[in-house]
């Protein structure tokens, strides 16, 4: 099996055609090239060109050869070129006179940048106009399908909720609520609308978070009582509660104090008691 390499100019990569023999006609390899490349006879014809010696091969093509392949159009079809468009009135002029090919370049080019200049000015207008109709705000009354997110009730935008001020006779000022975002209700205790750092939650009521609830509490702190005074006594004395029997002292009828058990009869005692017992 014979083979021949092609490749076409604008590419980089040979092909192979294969085909049996010593040599291949010059008509049998644009029909396979053809045929492979997929081109069609009646578009556009195959110049081939040998690759080593750069000269057109007209007869048999040997073996192993290495050629180039170039598209040609088939005569009587011209291939498709740019069109500028120029002003009537230049276009007669220029006919009419004897102008140079410069000077009908020059003019050519103007009337291009003329258009090209029109085209981006008509872009930048467009893009302005589409930016600064998404920066206005809502005016007027919201549509009868808007529902503000913030209170659920319709007749008004989220900007302009009623829940976001309250009258100057519960707030001073009249200043803006805080809203409680991010904190959650369980950490938040009712509070009335003029309590300090009262919130507005999502429910419509006014709170306050629970640690700041008790910040008057925490700010008094322990107070700390002086050095070498006495305990005080509380106000509920032991007799109110009497003591079990189990701890009290057979002998001083009162709360055993170094508690001590004799061994002779397994009861308890104070110290200071059973020692006067076992001295008797």
Known sequence: MSCVHYKFSSKLDYNTVTFDGLHITLSELKRQIMARERLK???CDLQITNAQTRE???AHIPKHSSVIVRRTPIGGVKPAGRTFIVCGGELSGLLSSSYTLKHLIKVTLKHVMCISIHCLAERVFNSVTCVSSYSKKAVGPPPAHYTCFRCGKAGHYIRQCPMLMVSNS???NSHPVRISKGI???FMVKAEPGAKGA?????????IPAIDAYVEAYALGKKERPPFVPQEQSSSEDDNDPIPDE??????NDLMTDAVVIPCCGNSYCDDCEFSKCRR
């Open 56 to 58: 057109d091969d007209e």
């Open 170 to 172: 519960i707030v001073c």
């Open 247 to 252: 701890l009290l002292c057979p002998i001083c």
């Open 41 to 43: 006879a009646t578009d």
């Open 199 to 207: 919130m507005l939650t999502s429910t419509g009521e006014y709170a």
């Open 184 to 186: 959650p209700q369980s």
